[in-house]
């Protein structure tokens, strides 16, 4: 699982390999995918900013996507937490594999608000 948002403990967005119980550092950049994380997730009106907990699915170019609006460290209006996988996922499970990865989990339960999936 590749993940786009903070760590647990300091502020920032970088790319992120999920795996087990470890978050790992991942050299990438936003030419590395057919999407760009920041623009996610889209907001559907206008006006609306800061929601945090709102969740956004996409697929995009083959790969699956879970954008939640929010950090599970950082405050600032316009954190985000995306997760994404090189593979076709239905919303359900893309939700189910994100929290079955212990850290992926414990980023969704620090999230200092309601996760909305559905």
Same mark, same amino acid.
């Given at each position: 699982?590749?993940?786009?948002?903070?760590?647990?403990?300091?502020?920032?967005?970088?790319?992120?390999?999920?795996?087990?119980?470890?978050?790992?550092?991942?050299?990438?950049?936003?030419?590395?995918?057919?999407?760009?994380?920041?623009?996610?997730?889209?907001?559907?009106?206008? %006006? #609306? =900013? *800061?929601?945090? /907990?709102?969740? %956004? #699915? =996409? *697929?995009?170019? /083959?790969?699956?996507?879970?954008?939640?609006?929010?950090?599970?460290?950082?405050?600032?209006?316009?954190?985000?937490?995306?997760?994404?996988?090189?593979?076709?996922?239905?919303?359900?499970?893309?939700?189910?594999?994100?929290?079955?990865?212990?850290?992926?989990?414990?980023?969704?339960?620090?999230?200092?608000?309601?996760?909305?999936?559905?």
């Amino acid at each position: 699982m590749n993940y786009y948002g903070t760590d647990l403990d300091c502020a920032g967005h970088f790319f992120w390999k999920l795996e087990e119980d470890v978050i790992h550092s991942r050299k990438s950049n936003f030419d590395d995918f057919p999407f760009n994380p920041e623009t996610l997730p889209l907001q559907q009106k206008k %006006g #609306f =900013y *800061n929601r945090n /907990g709102f969740v %956004g #699915f =996409y *697929n995009i170019g /083959g790969y699956s996507i879970c954008a939640i609006e929010g950090s599970c460290y950082d405050k600032r209006p316009g954190s985000r937490s995306i997760f994404f996988i090189k593979e076709q996922l239905t919303n359900d499970q893309l939700v189910e594999r994100i929290m079955s990865i212990p850290i992926a989990e414990k980023i969704i339960n620090q999230m200092p608000f309601n996760i909305k999936f559905k």
